[in-house]
């Protein structure tokens, strides 16, 4: 069965500074795809990015970017410059059509000003 | 565009009584999933609808049961409520179910059983 691990239950940053946050997954499927979703404390879960596994590229969006490690089975998400409204709950997830979508437990990014 | 739309926002319930959720997709979405979150058991897939059929299902009991609409608005029902069952409810719609599309997020109903 898939699963998704992410292993920091809390981080903090500085604002303006970066931060990475770890997720790893298991599959044997080779068609998957992986996300990124922020929960701040409104609770709506917003997606942040996603990668496709075919690409080898990393994907990007503005000061969000991710190391994906297909071989290693690892998903990073890095932000940059961080903001006081980075400040939320990070949950990384995986989905291997027509499967569910599975989420990780989830990390609370603390940003300090 | 409109976004995923879930009533009610907040619920109260008795233990032993019933309750139906309501979940309006983004207009053109057809794919409807329902989550539940816990600070204990993190987010649990409860089920996910598309064109009125069930895809995919979690591993709850049959006292969580769900249906799809011809306009793709969905309805969760939970019968016999359990204390255990107070929990932020998440849906979430796509435009497809078998393929690598991201999910976007209701805001979620936060259910309180007492």
């Known amino acids: 069965a898939q699963t998704v691990t992410q292993s920091q239950p809390e981080m903090s940053v500085q604002e303006a500074e970066t931060v990475t946050l770890s997720c790893t997954y298991d599959t044997s499927e080779s068609d998957y795809y992986l996300f990124w979703y922020k929960q701040p404390p409104s609770r709506q879960m917003i997606l942040v990015i996603r990668?496709?596994?075919?690409?080898?590229q990393n994907a990007t969006e503005n000061r969000f970017s991710v190391n994906f490690q297909k071989a290693a089975k690892s998903f990073s998400l890095k932000i940059s410059d961080s903001q006081l409204g980075d400040a939320a709950m990070y949950f990384c997830a995986y989905r291997s059509p027509p499967d569910k979508l599975i989420f990780g437990t989830g990390t609370r990014l603390q940003v300090f000003p | 565009k409109a976004g995923v739309t879930q009533t009610p926002r907040y619920l109260i319930k008795t233990r032993g009584q019933q309750v139906t959720l309501s979940c309006s997709p983004i207009?053109?979405?057809?794919?409807v999933s329902w989550y539940q979150q816990t600070p204990g058991q993190g987010l649990q897939f409860l089920f996910e609808y598309f064109s009125e059929t069930q895809r995919n299902k979690g591993n709850f009991p049959g006292r969580f049961s769900g249906r799809q609409f011809s306009n793709s608005r969905s309805e969760m029902n939970v019968s016999t409520l359990e204390l255990g069952d107070s929990a932020l409810y998440l849906c979430?719609?796509?435009?497809?179910?078998?393929?690598?599309?991201?999910?976007?997020f209701g805001q979620g109903t936060r259910l309180t059983v007492v």
């Open positions: 990668q496709e596994a075919y690409k080898q």
């Open positions: 207009s053109g979405h057809r794919s």
């Open positions: 979430a719609s796509s435009g497809t179910w078998d393929r690598g599309t991201e999910a976007f």
